[in-house]
């Protein structure tokens, strides 16, 4: 008998008709032969709701009350659904976090899965139960709640398939699976059959929001294939695994976009060792994630250093370095917070020349001022104007020949 993990996203457990609709989906798994543990998303909005219900009552929330507030959301959706399942005649149980044996750290907001204690989730299933897990939360070595960070009910999931052992992870969701561009951007967008981890966590990482980076690489570490598909049809899904065939012709697999990109530049910085300690060290401590960093090559020993951030963090950002600024002697700190990045992924493009000069040349052909590059093996990324992402997204899609079917 197969075992196979299914996860079920916010939107699939919306109200009591589509958890009823998900009620039936599982059951149709079971009725397979399969053995069945399901993790689930809060219902709907609920996670927006219940933060913005904390900033009603306090501008700085404690994050240990935070957390146990948020991981309610998944209470309620995990309880809702064994309900279903016992209402249509088979048995269920839903476990929370800590039940079903989550270990997190202590980072409350962003914790990381330590272990999974599956025993319990091991006996409710071979007492023939279908298991229901509150996803996106954990508990301390305190005994504390603590949860995942946003999304992070697909990382529970994927963990859960890894200590389980699971044939599968399947993480069904309102879209049908990974496109080569967002579908909303990009009309002839095309769903893919298959992807490899690598290139899925670099689209997770650089804006596509389908599936959470951190279940991307928890896949690829415990070598789980994750299915993408609809809650809402039958048609087939995207499945993200290790084994796909890198020579296909197409050899850009998607395009991913964010447009939730600032930038900092640190003007006239003095070039000596230890400046870049002194200003990313502070940036650290303040709890400010960085992703690019730019520093230009030196004239007479000042330089420019740029780094981008989520725009939410750039105020925070902004105030560790000016006074850092001050401290080194630089010369001013520049902003601009209208910034998006839109990135070409493929492994094919390794060892590949070419794919760089067809991008760069896609974009300057639309008008397009690059502000930033950055690339991996398998990506370039260019941060440009937000206002300008949707026709870079096009615009690429076509030069890349998205739309077309590959050809192994
Ligand atoms: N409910 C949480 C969120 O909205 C976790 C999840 O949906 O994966 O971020
Ligand atoms: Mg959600």
Redesign the pocket.
């Known amino acids: 008998m197969a075992l196979i993990v299914q996860k079920y996203?916010?939107s699939s457990v919306a109200d009591a008709e589509r958890i009823r609709n998900v009620a039936r989906r599982i059951i149709a798994t079971k009725e397979k032969g399969n053995d069945v543990a399901v993790v689930v998303?809060?219902m709907g909005d609920?996670?927006?709701e219940l933060i913005s219900l904390a900033h009603q009552i306090t501008d700085e929330p404690d994050e240990r009350e935070l957390d146990v507030l948020l991981s309610t959301?998944?209470i309620v959706s995990s309880t809702l659904l064994a309900m279903a399942l016992n209402s249509m005649g088979y048995e269920a149980v839903s476990l929370s976090g800590s039940q079903a044996g989550i270990r997190t750290d202590s980072a409350y907001t962003r914790a990381r899965i330590l272990a999974v204690e599956s025993q319990r989730i091991v006996k409710e299933l071979e007492g023939d139960k279908i298991v229901i897990v509150a996803?996106?939360q954990g508990i301390t070595p305190d005994m504390d709640i603590a949860t995942l960070g946003?999304?992070?009910?697909?990382t529970t999931a994927v963990a859960l398939a890894a200590s389980l052992g699971a044939q599968i992870c399947e993480v069904y969701t309102d879209v049908e699976g990974i496109y080569t561009a967002d579908p909303r951007l990009v009309p002839e967008a095309r769903k893919l059959e298959e992807i490899g981890y690598d290139e899925m966590l670099e689209l997770a990482s650089y804006g596509s929001r389908v599936i959470?980076s951190r279940a991307v690489e928890l896949g690829e570490l415990y070598n789980i294939p994750i299915l993408v598909a609809s809650s809402f049809t039958e048609r087939p899904g995207t499945m993200i695994h290790g084994g796909v065939s890198m020579e296909v012709r197409n050899k850009v697999r998607g395009i991913a976009h964010d447009l939730d990109i600032a930038k900092v530049t640190i003007l006239g910085v003095p070039d000596r060792p230890g400046i870049a300690t002194q200003i990313f060290e502070p940036l650290a401590r303040e709890n400010v994630s960085i992703d690019t960093i730019v520093q230009n090559a030196s004239v007479e020993r000042v330089t420019d250093l740029t780094f981008t951030v989520a725009k939410n963090n750039l105020p925070r950002a902004m105030r560790v370095v000016e006074l850092v600024a001050q401290a080194i002697g630089a010369r001013e700190c520049v902003a601009n917070s209208k910034l998006g990045k839109v990135s070409i992924v493929g492994t094919g493009m390794q060892n590949a020349p070419g794919y760089a000069a067809r991008m760069f040349r896609t974009l300057y052909e639309q008008g397009i001022n690059i502000e930033l590059i950055t690339t991996s093996e398998i990506r370039i990324t260019c941060i440009i104007d937000e206002a300008r992402v949707p026709d870079a997204v096009v615009a690429l899609h076509r030069a890349f020949e998205l739309e077309k079917e590959e050809e192994q």
């Open positions: 996203g916010g998303s809060a609920t996670t927006d959301g998944e996803g996106f946003r999304g992070g009910s697909d959470h």
